[in-house]
């Protein structure tokens, strides 16, 4: 197998030179273009390689070693993907858990389901928004934070939940049994914190992400008036740049959201649109050193229109495209293509975004009093801060 690939390594020149494919390989491998000629003698190395080195060697792993090699010249975001590399890389994309489907809030002490996702065991069981847990696997469940409920919620696919709910519609005590299954993790976790302040936490951007929040929002509205939204980033590492751009139009109605440049000249831009913004009530964004990529489009777009308060400290700094082009093989590269830009042409690469309230870091809690940072936003949004720049559109 060894001498097989080092053959066609050193053959593949004259297939080529012999009139089978034009490509710029092969006119590389015949010596009329600089960029690849070089090809010839990285055969010839790991010929020697194979043929004289005091140990013998797989081809693959030396081969594999060059494209890294390669690869590792040009930035720090693009790499060389092996076949097991990749399919790892597939398998925390799709990053499904174990679950009922269950969207749950906290209100006035109780657990109220405020939403389910599509096809999950809950929406196929006939469970309601508004329906009250009473208890899980026995026991009560006042004074647990919903978010923490979710948590225990989840679990190994085909394990058994077993609830007391309250149903709304026939005011009727139910126990309830139902199956986990695999689900996508949701991208979406949105609340009231105090009367009239939502509290709307965006954890990844994923295919549904958009659709995700406009239903949140709605779900908010059957429950009262959104006065102020904090919109939370914080350890929110990316994901699709596509939904990052449907978020940010959400809250501006005109204008530029994002600009992508590559090698072309002229950048991709991607603009609001006035259909479906959301009113223009007061804003803040919470963001962390993790916040990344997508999440920074999103903070990068709002900051510069001016359109929210940025609290909390600097973000990452990762406002660059990367795509994944799969080779014959099985492995892959993911190569850089563009860069971000926001609204008013900053690259935030390597740099970050900066905070106009800043706060040291702190850990994120579902209690609002153990949350510094959402404690802030909130008391800011409300007027209670001092120099309340949060409590209207922020002065630049």
């Not at 126990?175 to 991208?187: F, G, K, Y």
Request: aromatic share 4%; no cysteine.
């Amino acid at each position: 197998m060894r001498r097989r690939l080092i053959r066609d390594l050193l053959m593949i020149g004259a297939a080529f030179s012999g009139g089978l494919v034009a490509t710029p390989l092969a006119f590389a491998l015949r010596g009329d273009d600089g960029a690849y000629a070089k090809l010839s003698v990285f055969a010839r190395a790991l010929h020697y390689i194979e043929a004289t080195y005091v140990e013998a060697r797989s081809p693959e792993p030396l081969i594999y070693g060059a494209i890294r090699g390669m690869v590792s010249t040009l930035d720090i975001r693009s790499a060389f993907l092996d076949p097991t590399e990749l399919a790892e890389l597939r398998k925390r994309a799709e990053k499904r858990h174990g679950g009922v489907g269950l969207l749950l809030s906290d209100e006035g002490g109780e657990v109220v389901v405020v939403g389910l996702q599509r096809g999950s065991p809950a929406k196929v069981a006939g469970i309601d928004p508004g329906d009250r847990i009473l208890e899980l696997e026995g026991r009560p469940v006042s004074g647990i934070p919903a978010e923490q409920l979710e948590a225990r919620l989840r679990g190994a696919p085909g394990t058994k939940v077993y609830l007391k709910l309250l149903r709304h519609k026939r005011a009727a005590v139910e126990p309830t049994v139902l199956m986990r299954a695999p689900l996508a993790e949701p991208s979406v976790s949105a609340r009231f914190v105090e009367k009239g302040i939502a509290h709307v936490r965006l954890r990844q951007f994923s295919e549904a992400t958009s659709e995700e929040l406009i239903e949140a929002l709605e779900r908010l509205r059957a429950r009262g008036s959104i006065e102020r939204l904090v919109l939370d980033l914080r350890d929110n590492s990316g994901g699709l740049l596509e939904q990052a751009v449907r978020v940010a139009d959400l809250w501006i109605a005109e204008g530029i959201i994002v600009s992508t440049v590559g090698r072309e000249e002229r950048p991709e831009v991607e603009r609001a649109h006035p259909v479906g913004t959301e009113p223009p009530y007061p804003m803040a964004v919470l963001v962390n050193e993790k916040t990344a990529s997508a999440s920074e489009v999103v903070a990068g777009a709002l900051q510069d229109h001016a359109r929210a308060t940025i609290v909390g400290t600097h973000t990452f700094g990762k406002a660059s495209v990367q795509t994944i082009i799969e080779l014959e093989d099985g492995s892959a590269l993911r190569l850089t293509v563009a860069r971000y830009l926001t609204p008013k042409g900053r690259s935030l690469e390597g740099k970050g975004l900066g905070p106009d309230v800043s706060l040291a870091e702190a850990p994120i809690s579902t209690d609002l009093g153990s949350d510094p940072a959402l404690t802030l936003a909130v008391s800011h949004l409300a007027g209670r801060g001092e120099g309340s720049r949060v409590s209207g559109l922020p002065s630049r």
